[in-house]
T-cell receptor, first 116, second 114 residues
């Protein structure tokens, strides 16, 4: 069965600090997709990134970077030089090809608080 | 703005009542999904429709039902409401229905059952 674990419930940092949000997943499928979403205080869910199981290259987008390691079943998210606007709940999610349909299984989320 | 529109934004009702939540997907998207976000259950997948047909079911109660219309908008009907149904209900849409698709979420409908 698919499962996503975000062990960090809440992280507090001061602006300009780097912060890493952890995501560990479980799946029996060999083809799967990992996602990160951001939920700011306004409540909507904003898509950040998708990674498929065959692409282990790390990705960088501005201050955001993602580290995908199949060996440890992890897909961690790092924010460099954090800003107050980064304050949000961040969700990691997983979908499996074997199901044939798109069912996202979400982790419980990590609340990031960035103070000035 | 994701392009997914959900109405209403807020809904306050009483136990035992029935409500309908509406979702308009992004232009060109054929698949619609419904999720429930509550404090105790987190984000839970409810149901998926693809081009008017039900594609997958998750943890959806029998008191809940959904449909996708020919114009691709979708409605989620919640009946015999209980206090525990109070939650944020999200609609999402994607181009296709497979697991590789990126789901874009609406702003949600916050349901309060009193």
């Amino acid at each position: 069965a698919q499962k996503v674990t975000q062990a960090q419930t809440e992280i507090s940092v001061v602006e300009k600090e780097d912060v890493t949000l952890d995501c560990v997943y479980e799946t029996r499928d060999t083809t799967y997709y990992l996602f990160w979403y951001k939920q700011p205080p306004s409540g909507e869910l904003v898509f950040l990134i998708r990674r498929n199981s065959f692409d282990e290259q790390n990705e960088i987008s501005g201050r955001y970077s993602w580290n995908f390691q199949k060996s440890t079943s992890s897909f961690n998210f790092t924010i460099t030089a954090s800003q107050v606007v980064d304050s949000a709940v961040y969700f990691c999610a997983l979908s499996e090809k074997g199901t044939g349909f798109q069912k996202l299984v979400f982790g419980t989320g990590t609340r990031l608080l960035v103070s000035p | 703005d994701s392009g997914v529109t959900q109405t209403p934004k807020h809904l306050i009702t009483a136990t035992g009542q029935r409500v309908t939540l509406r979702c308009s997907p992004r232009s060109g998207d054929l698949s619609v999904y419904w999720y429930q976000q509550s404090l105790d259950q987190g984000l839970q997948f409810l149901i998926q429709y693809y081009n008017g047909e039900e594609r997958a079911k998750g943890n959806i109660l029998e008191r809940f039902s959904a449909q996708q219309f020919p114009d691709l908008h979708s409605e989620l009907n919640l009946s015999s409401l209980e206090l525990g149904d109070s939650a944020l209900y999200f609609c999402a849409s994607s181009v296709g229905g497979g697991p590789e698709n990126i789901q874009y979420f609406g702003a949600g409908t916050r349901l309060s059952v009193l």
